[in-house]
């Protein structure tokens, strides 16, 4: 009888995540339709559709579609898709919604990186130089916080040292630069999809198709490693090489991402908590998570482009005003509860 309820509650579980997966993805199918429809240029819905399948529509259409609108679109749904996602694992993974890329210090390496390459070397660096940042950055922090063994609550400490650090080193970074490289440096690390073409499109939309299936095979090992070390390897399964490959993928994800779009304020931190809410359930919620961050970012970007008055924010501004009030709360709520993660 026992049995019966668990697998009854797992069947419904398995049922609500489906149904938040695809209300998730028509919702964001919808906002990818009024991001390409909305503007000072005007497409209807139609024409969107008929740009999108290579069919004739009227002047200019083309020209804003595929060109202006269309990379910056996708620009935001594969960033958003990559932080929610590297979110979630890391947040699932140790157990502690602190835990996410930009609190912890992955996002801080991969801006550091980013922007001594710029200064240095120039653009075509800059994605390179990210993603060995976030990995190098991961792989400090992971080793600085290892005590037999890696929890939650060092991870964070540890991470939160090292990306202060980090953010330090930029600051200074911009400091020693000159003053217009510096200002189109502090663009790019506010975080925006604006003016991105298929030069960024392309290279993410790589790394994602790669490392997101990726990490949706590896988080099936999840379940059994939120149970505990011990437990998880009386399950068979092989703890370390786990970890190790999801944190690997995470922080690719996280380096990719801040090549493209630089490090976009709290979407990581925010896609994975909201999925649990949505979904309610025990179990990961990686997908859910990946597509809660797209739709973050595309409304983010639309709400900062278009409905904050005449001057467009960055895509990061209007992120970091939703997610800092956020982190504020959940630091002062641990705090009242002694729990640290």
Avoid at 262 to 280: C, E, N, Q, W
Avoid at 313 to 328: E, N, R, S
């Amino acid at each position: 009888m026992t049995a019966g309820i668990v697998t009854a509650a797992r069947r419904r579980e398995s049922a609500r995540g489906r149904v938040v997966t695809l209300a998730l993805s028509v919702a964001l199918i919808a906002m990818v339709a009024l991001t390409l429809s909305y503007g000072e240029f005007q497409i209807s819905l139609p024409d969107v559709v008929r740009s999108l399948l290579g069919l004739p529509a009227p002047a200019g259409v083309e020209y804003v579609m595929h060109s202006l609108r269309l990379p910056r679109a996708l620009t935001g749904v594969l960033v958003g898709l990559a932080f929610g996602l590297a979110g979630a694992v890391f947040q699932q993974l140790t157990g502690n919604v602190l835990a996410s890329p930009d609190v912890i210090g992955p996002s801080q390496g991969a801006s550091a990186a980013a922007v001594l390459a710029g200064l240095v070397a120039g653009g075509p660096s800059v994605p390179v130089a990210a993603l060995l940042g976030a990995l190098l950055t991961a792989t400090a922090v992971y080793l600085l916080s290892w005590r037999s063994g890696v929890s939650g609550y060092r991870l964070v400490l540890v991470g939160i040292g090292v990306g202060t650090g980090l953010s330090s080193v930029t600051s200074f970074l911009l400091t020693r630069s000159d003053i217009r490289v510096a200002a189109d440096a502090l663009i790019w690390l506010t975080g925006s999809i604006n003016g991105r073409t298929w030069e960024q499109v392309i290279p993410l939309a790589a790394a994602v198709v790669v490392l997101l299936p990726a990490a949706l095979v590896l988080g099936r090992a999840l379940t059994s490693l939120q149970l505990g070390d011990d437990l998880a390897r009386g399950l068979g399964q092989r703890v370390q090489l786990s970890r190790l490959a999801l944190l690997a993928v995470a922080v690719g994800l996280v380096g990719a991402a801040t090549a493209a779009a630089g490090p976009v304020a709290f979407v990581a931190f925010l896609s994975g908590p909201i999925a649990v809410r949505l979904v309610r359930g025990g179990r990961p919620v990686l997908l859910q998570a990946a597509l809660v961050g797209a739709l973050v970012v595309l409304v983010a970007d639309f709400i900062g482009a278009h409905l904050v008055g005449p001057t467009p924010f960055p895509v990061g501004v209007v992120t970091g005003a939703i997610g800092a009030p956020y982190l504020l709360w959940l630091l002062a709520k641990s705090n009242r509860t002694g729990r640290g993660g």
